[in-house]
């Protein structure tokens, strides 16, 4: 097993590819859940070994080594400076966080009953039928989820409209927080790398993590 200094002064961050991987499934995973109690911070800690033991429920240098492991995958990293969950409530910044994942600006979010908590670029009409759709897709999903994961081994939880060159249209990505999921539903290029989404899964775990 390698032996690790740590850096001082870094804070550890939860990337966008983190945060999508801890909110894609609910299965019971370390990763996960270590990804999910970084979340439910309302700031960035200060990485230490006591932290590492915290937050990964390992020992001094498993849960370093199990850090480490993950900052090799993207799916955190250490900063200088500590970063603070958004302030404003989530109804506030919703549109601007949803606007910021795709290219062509229309965004929605939607619950699992099929109404949607907010959106960017859609009209309301449009929302409430992309919500509805969601929700149907949802449902799909989980009766044939042991044969698309299971038989198939199909790992993406997405669902998309495509064009003849194979390219998505409108995507459904299902996100599962704490007991609840909901559905992005993105038309146009999806931009999940952004910082937008690590700050809107954030806020949303804040809210809906614990319940």
């Known amino acids: ?100 994942l795709s290219d062509s600006k229309k965004v929605l979010l939607a619950e699992h009953s099929g109404l949607y908590l907010g959106a960017s670029g859609f009209p309301h009409e449009a929302a409430e039928e992309l919500a509805a759709i969601s929700a149907n897709l949802s449902e799909v999903y989980q009766r044939h989820k042991n044969l698309l994961q299971g038989n198939l081994r199909f790992n993406q939880h997405a669902w998309g409209l495509i064009d003849a060159a194979g390219n998505s249209e409108v995507g459904f990505w299902p996100l599962y927080i704490g007991y609840n999921q909901f559905s992005l539903v993105i038309h146009g290029m999806p931009q999940l790398n952004r910082p937008g989404f690590k700050h809107l899964i954030w806020s949303l775990v804040k809210r809906y993590g614990k319940t």
Do not use: C, W
């Open 1 to 100: 097993m390698n032996t690790f200094e740590l850096n001082q002064g870094l804070y550890i961050n939860v990337t966008p590819r983190g945060a999508y991987f801890a909110v894609q499934d609910n299965a019971d995973d370390p990763t996960r859940n270590i990804l999910i109690a970084l979340l439910l911070q309302e700031e960035t800690p200060l990485l230490s070994t006591e932290v590492a033991e915290e937050i990964t429920g390992m020992q001094g240098e498993e849960a370093l080594n199990f850090l480490h492991r993950m900052q090799t995958l993207g799916l955190i990293s250490g900063q200088k400076e500590s970063e603070m969950v958004p302030e404003n409530s989530l109804e506030d910044i919703l549109p601007e966080l949803l606007g910021s």
